[in-house]
């Protein structure tokens, strides 16, 4: 998990076309703790997860991980379906969970 988390922190600065070291002075921190973090050798304070999200323009949870990601991105997804997609896709899922072929 935490090496997900690491390599998720990287591609979140390089997305940004920052380096460690800009990337550390935006936190007022040290470039070796970023490099501890995209290491995976360590993992950033909380008010350090706060504001790399502002910094990434991203929800908190978007730090941590694919699973989340696709957590929030199906949830989004749903919100916008009309009640009969909302039962047909319910009805799927059922499947899936019981092993079944759902086609």
Same mark, same amino acid.
């Given at each position: 998990? @935490? #090496?997900? /988390?690491?390599?998720?922190?990287? =591609?979140?600065?390089?997305?940004? +076309?920052?380096? &460690?070291?800009?990337?550390?002075?935006?936190?007022?921190?040290?470039?070796?703790?970023?490099?501890?973090?995209?290491?995976?050798?360590?993992?950033?304070?909380?008010?350090?997860?706060?504001? @790399? #999200?502002? /910094?990434?323009?991203?929800?908190? =949870?978007?730090?941590?991980?694919? +699973?989340?990601? &696709?957590?929030?991105?199906?949830?989004?997804?749903?919100?916008?379906?009309?009640?009969?997609?909302?039962?047909?896709?319910?009805?799927?899922?059922?499947?899936?969970?019981?092993?079944?072929?759902?086609?």
């Amino acid at each position: 998990m @935490l #090496a997900n /988390i690491a390599v998720n922190l990287k =591609n979140l600065r390089v997305s940004k +076309d920052l380096s &460690q070291r800009q990337l550390a002075e935006m936190l007022s921190i040290n470039p070796s703790a970023i490099s501890a973090w995209e290491s995976g050798r360590n993992l950033p304070k909380y008010d350090h997860i706060e504001k @790399l #999200a502002a /910094i990434y323009e991203i929800d908190v =949870n978007r730090l941590f991980g694919d +699973d989340i990601i &696709q957590i929030g991105d199906i949830c989004a997804i749903y919100k916008q379906l009309s009640t009969v997609k909302k039962e047909q896709l319910f009805i799927f899922a059922k499947k899936l969970l019981a092993g079944k072929n759902p086609d």
